[in-house]
């Protein structure tokens, strides 16, 4: 998870959880959490974005899927040189990898603390502090930090990108977004809808779903980038290109780094930002 602000107890904590879209691929250092957290002194935001991070990766980052670990041995000391490689595993599926992982991301295993690793395209455990060595004869669950730390935020759900394709992508995103929401426990939530696709059956089917499942939980950006995104980015005069996009169902080029029909540039993650702040 990214800091935006310093933790407070006295501030609205909001946790913003995706993929490279919350994580701000293509803003050039402009991402939506941080737009959100300079509209309002009060807030405390955490980004919790990582690129190539499907539904299913992003259910287990917060705890709705168990992320089992199987069995090995925590060392005594707490350096990387003696981090374990470990073997992790969602239920009884084959062995995955997060690749994602760019920093130390903070994890308990078995009661220990530590954190999850990638390196040299393998998942390590690195213990937070030394102490007795711990072996495991079966599989743990492994907590993320989201899961241990920020359960009762406020969620901001952004999930979708990189789910398959049609047919096949909406019974998974369905399914996953209603475990991670149901696993909150609370109403304090957004779900974002799907933003890179053109105007279809599939984008259609995805509204009704979402709205008639979370009603004024639902944010659909897609629409808004559509009718409002480019005035409120102060574009008062839409290029050839945007007029073409948009007629199309897709976000103008004007909010999207060239070339990038996935992601929003600095003025698209603004203006999404702050939409969501007002929402």
Sequence with gaps: ASRIDQIDGSKIRISCVGDSITDGVGGNGTDYPSIIAGEDNNLDVFKFGYPSEDSLYI????????????????????TLATAPTITLRMANKAALTLDHISAQNQCTVGGIEGYLLYVDGVNKFQRAKSGDAVTFDRPQILLQNYEMRHKEDILILWAGTNDPSIPDMNATLFYQIDTIIKNLQHKKYLVVGVMNTEKSTNIDNVTIYYRRCYGNHYVNIRQYLLDYGLADAGITTPSEQDQIDISNGMVPQSLRPEGDSYHLNAAG???VGKYLYKY
């Design 269 to 271: 993650y603004t203006v």
């Design 59 to 78: 259910s287990a980052m917060c705890g709705a899927t168990a992320l089992y670990v199987d069995p090995f041995t925590i060392p005594t000391t707490n």
